[in-house]
């Protein structure tokens, strides 16, 4: 009897030890596919001192957002690619001096997740960093297709590495577009108006003259200005 309750305190003794030196596991193969890549996206907010916001797309787009103390904000976009065990990502503007190279390892403990051992505090399965409370007015049937198709968000990066991001929403029958142009991807709160015609946006962006077409699923832009000229190709992403 003596023995069996030894042998008892002693299981137990080993259980309470491995409990309390487990470590979290690097989450991997397709449990990590899994949590980064979805019909839509996924979104994770971490606990760190910028309150840092990653946005995974599924169509290898990365956007991530440092909400700094001041209440602005410093964000970057770029690409990444799922590894085994690990994301690249390259991002456009943060890291150019270091190749742009960057990469993220998320680990689990039990229900609690981190990014790079930066607490999540947040995952929701939503397609970017925009607040979901964000909506876009659907054209009405008497809006001509021409015009309707420009109606969303878009994104992309110009020939000279800057992105912005172009949010059309609302167009009327007469083809007169309410959007705004940011160079970041905060949710608007100020937008301008500007007539559609022969199915081409134009709009005054910086000093110069932005023109868009749809073309499917794409926006094609060219910008020409002081700066001289450019080209972009921008995503539809709502």
Known sequence: MIAIVKLIATVA??????LAVAEPVVVQGEELKNLIVTKRGTTWVLNN???TQVSFLP??????????????????????TVSESRVE?????????????RMVVIKKDGDNLTLNDSEVVQ?????????????????????????AAFNGRWTGTWT????????????DAKCVAKFAYLSNPKVPTRFRVAEIKNAELSIQCGDGTCRFTVHGDE????????????RVVKKKIQ
């Open 160 to 171: 000279n590495g800057d992105q912005d991001w172009l949010s059309i929403v609302e167009v």
């Open 123 to 147: 995952y929701t399965r939503i397609p970017t960093l925009f607040q979901p409370i964000f909506e876009l007015t659907k054209p009405a049937a008497d809006v001509p297709p021409q015009c």
């Open 89 to 101: 990502t390259k991002f456009g503007r943060w890291y150019a001096k270091t190749g742009g190279e």
């Open 49 to 51: 001192d910028t309150q």
């Open 219 to 230: 926006i094609w832009g060219n910008y020409s200005g002081p700066d001289g000229v450019g």
């Open 13 to 18: 003794i080993a259980l309470f030890v491995g």
């Open 59 to 80: 169509d290898n787009k990365i956007y991530a957002c440092d909400i700094l103390k001041n209440g602005t904000s410093d964000c970057d976009g770029g690409t990444y």
